[in-house]
């Protein structure tokens, strides 16, 4: 098998017999995810906690001839996860690990609650799912890979955003340390850690002139695509990268080399 098809510009990774799971996968980057990996031939099962919108996707995915399951998942709530992953058979081999939320406040405004909710979810929960993701392969003699969905700002800080920044530098260390303890599986751990990436939710923001200001700062000049992030997912994803664990991949046009 060719993991890698070039044709122009586009880039595509046969994923034949793959069977991946992609959290967070009711809208935005998750929802994206799953449809690339569904294109590229994987087995997808898409996962979270809103069930008309999974069946939305899964339906566009399905009528473009893509094989695609569906399953109710928080990852905040461990039997929920626990129940995602012990039914599957065979079990998942590539696990997209993409669920977060935001939380834009200034630290001496944010709430105990609003700090654990962003630490559970974005960083426990992502730990939760890559350990039970891992058991299931462990058990099964099988390797596979887990991408852990960061950020840039596990990198570099910014204002007003302490709790998330803090739960995606735990997100990074933590993918190192589950890659040092889980190659000896076959157990590839990366981290994909997008820019800023033009979505539904921010792009009124980026048409303000703080929004503006803050593009200018991108040496590109210019903010991210969903489609952007495929080649690299699509690398982490296959056996393109089989050599590659414990590392992150960043995708922000040059903005952690922009200068202070």
């Known amino acids: 098998m060719r993991p890698f098809l070039r044709s122009g510009a586009v880039l595509s990774a046969d994923l034949s017999g793959r ?44 009528g473009a001839g893509g094989s695609v399951d569906v399953v109710l998942l928080d990852v905040t709530d461990a039997g929920s996860v626990a129940a995602a992953f ?22 001496l405004q944010t709430s105990a609650a609003d700090w654990q909710g962003v630490i559970d979810t ?53 993918t190192r340390s589950l890659a040092l303890e889980w190659s000896r599986y076959g157990i590839r751990v990366n981290a994909l850690c997008p820019g800023y990436i033009e979505t539904d939710l921010n792009r009124d923001f980026f048409a303000t002139d703080a929004g503006r200001a803050l593009v200018r700062r991108v040496p590109q000049r210019r ?10 997912l699509l690398l982490l994803a296959s056996e393109a990268s089989s050599f590659m664990t414990g590392t992150e991949i960043v995708v922000d046009g040059g903005h952690l080399v922009s200068s202070l």
């Open 223 to 232: 903010l991210g695509k969903f489609e952007d992030l495929d080649g690299p």
């Open 122 to 174: 974005n960083l426990s929960g992502v730990f939760r799912v890559a350990q039970a993701a891992a058991g299931r392969m462990i058990a099964a003699g099988i390797g596979g890979s887990i991408v852990n969905v960061a950020s840039i700002l596990g990198l570099r800080v910014a204002g007003n955003v302490a709790a998330y920044s803090a739960a995606k530098a735990g997100v990074m260390h933590m």
């Open 86 to 107: 012990s039914c599957e058979s065979p079990p998942f081999d590539i696990v997209i690990n993409n669920a977060g939320i935001a939380h834009n406040a200034p630290a």
């Open 19 to 62: 069977h991946a799971i992609v959290t967070g996968a009711s809208s935005g980057l998750g929802r994206h995810f799953a449809v690339v990996l569904a294109r590229a031939g994987a087995r997808v099962t898409l996962a979270a906690r809103r069930l008309p919108a999974l069946e939305e996707t899964a339906s566009m995915i399905a």
